[in-house]
């Protein structure tokens, strides 16, 4: 399984797609967008910070547990950081897999894994 | 012997530094030292700590581990 | 919940992304590749028809009664027919939610129904 | 009255045709249809009709329907 991992400063990019072989069928791209409201109240965005370092070695090791469980082929998973306003995309990921459901099972499963146990916060403007 | 020690998000706030060296031990143990270099913090149960960026046990000497990280609980995505 | 289905004889062309809201937390696209290998035969690609009027109740059928379970703010749909080479898309659908979770199942479940009610068709290059 | 019939995939290769005007009644059945205009038909229990574009009952009449079509086992996606 090839991966990727990224974090950004600045508006995710998403790279163009490339099939590693033509036994992709299924290409699945997860964004995730910052809401205008938080907890009730309007805002106008969310400071993200990480433990980079350990959150990518939390994610290496989240790539492989979940890999054994739902093969797929890659992992594309992009983070911005700092200041993201409402309306932009914080979280980026892609997966490529033979088949749609490991591909399907696996993103939902690592979106899970990020929020439990990868050091990334998000913080909120009045801190 | 020197370790880092960084915080994050509420944590930062609370020891109000982000990162910093102290001296230690090696048969010291996170809370020992916690205790020691910031007395009037409590990680209570939800503050995870990490030592050289793996989880670890607050309560297992941290031998010559180089950094320290308070993880509070996470919120990316 | 706004619906778009498409059914076209080139290839596919993803609309650029415009949220409707600020409340759009989730943004999740799957493209359906044709792989080399069709029961272990190489081939150059895959033929598809429809029945398309039928087709496009059903779904819209799909989408109202998965749209109950799994709260969605929009879904767009497009399946390719006639010849699709190997490695290009016969499939793409968006859906766009407050929540992962909803689109994400969304998504599962309608990929699962497409291929149980939805009148489509494959078929080989020897037929 | 008129009906019109559509096959699809395997069941166009079968009987022979895409789509085809003929005769029926109202009170007639999907299978009583397909037994008069094409007997060497055998649906199984694979192959689905749809009646103006909606599942339906093989052994329902067909009303005032103006078109059947044979589904077989689809494959989209």
């Known amino acids: 399984m090839k991966t990727k991992i990224e974090f950004t400063h600045v508006p995710i990019v998403m790279p163009p797609q490339s099939f590693a072989s033509h036994e992709i069928g299924a290409a699945l791209e997860f964004a995730g967008l910052v809401r205008e409201l938080e907890d009730g109240n309007k805002i106008p965005g969310l400071h993200y910070e990480a433990h980079e370092p350990m959150a990518r070695k939390e994610l290496e090791k989240i790539f492989q547990e979940l890999g054994v469980k739902h093969p797929c082929e890659e992992i594309y998973f992009s983070h911005r950081l700092g200041f993201v306003p409402v309306g932009e995309a914080s979280l980026f990921i892609r997966i490529n897999a033979k088949h749609r459901q490991a591909a399907l099972a696996l993103m939902a499963e690592l979106i899970d894994r990020l929020k439990q146990d990868v050091p990334i916060w998000k913080v909120s403007q009045t801190c | ?77």
Not at chain 2, 10 to 37: S, W, Y
Not at chain 2, 59 to 64: E, F, L, S, T
């Open chain 2, 1 to 77: 012997m020197k370790i880092t020690i960084l915080t994050f998000a509420q944590t930062r706030t609370q020891l109000g530094f982000g990162g910093k060296v102290f001296d230690c031990e090696a048969n010291e143990t996170p809370r020992e030292i916690f205790r020691r270099v910031a007395p009037q913090f409590d990680p209570g149960k939800t503050i995870r700590v990490a030592v050289d960026q793996e989880y670890a046990d607050w309560d297992k000497p941290i031998g010559n581990a180089s950094e320290i990280a308070l993880i509070p609980p996470v919120s990316g995505g």
